[in-house]
């Protein structure tokens, strides 16, 4: 299949990259940070979680951030919501996207929601109904789809039921996710093939983490199975706190770097995204994990 020529980018560090760090960074830097990113053209950018702030204090004071962000034509800032309450607070703020977040694994299921794949799949259908029925649009997250921390590997049949289960609830996207980082290409690709044989391709995005430098690889075998929208998160911030070593998100910079060497599009300056990374990173008291930020400073 020939890649597409345009690819969405969703950046998930504001969320998922930050959340996953020992130092809590204040609404002010984060929304630096967000506006960052939107100058370097990133149109779809998840900017926290309405989740309890006793188990994920870095999310806290999502409401702050968001209110700081008015609508722009053509950008979304979607928000992590748990059940309903997280959805009750979300609509609170204002927020015009969400998204729920499920698992293939029953055992990270267990340790990362505290409940069942099916009992979790069971708490997101109100959320998905009563989201849509208000007008916000539902984005669905499948984690462990290439490994479990917990399990190992992953049997594709369950990755391709909760997928679908997402679908059918309304997610208009579902973004699947190797959570450790364990995923080879042909495994990848496999994955996503399999998937799409139950969810429409177009419908469908890919969430690589790079513990063991496999993410771009496994991207590039992704796009040429058709895929057309890519997580990644500035500076490749991230990691897992359920998943020992795990390391980041693909970093954005990297993405683009090899996304604009292949000639395909993105709408992502580099130049925009590294400025972005050396924000968060001094915020975070570190330099940038990416290969790309590595090299220039090199």
Known sequence: MTISQQIRIVEVGPRDGLQNEALTVPPATRVAFIDALLAAGLATIEIGSFVSPKWVPQMAD?????????PRPGVSFPVLVPNMQGLAAAQAAGAQEIAVFGAASESFSRR??????????????????????AGIRVRGYVSCVLGCPYEGEVPMAKVVEVSAALAAMGCYEISLGDTIGV????????????????VPMPRLAVHFHD???????????????????????????????????????????DLVYM?????????????????????????LGKAPGSRLSRARQG
């Open 183 to 198: 995923g080879t290409p042909l495994k990848a690709r496999a994955m996503l093939e399999a998937v799409a044989s139950a």
């Open 62 to 70: 999502t409401d702050i951030v968001l209110a700081a962000l008015p």
């Open 112 to 133: 990362n929601t505290n409940c069942s794949i099916a009992e979790g799949l069971e708490r997101f259908r109100p959320v998905c109904s009563a989201a849509l029925a």
């Open 211 to 253: 513990t063991y430098g496999q993410a771009l690889a496994n991207i590039l075998a992704c796009l040429e199975a058709g895929v057309g929208v890519i997580d990644a998160a500035a500076g490749g911030l991230g990691g897992c706190p359920y998943a020992k070593g795990a390391s980041g998100n693909v970093a954005t910079e």
């Open 259 to 283: 996304l604009d060497g292949m000639g395909v599009a993105s709408g992502v300056s580099l130049a925009g995204v590294l400025a972005a990374a050396r924000l968060i990173g001094t915020a």
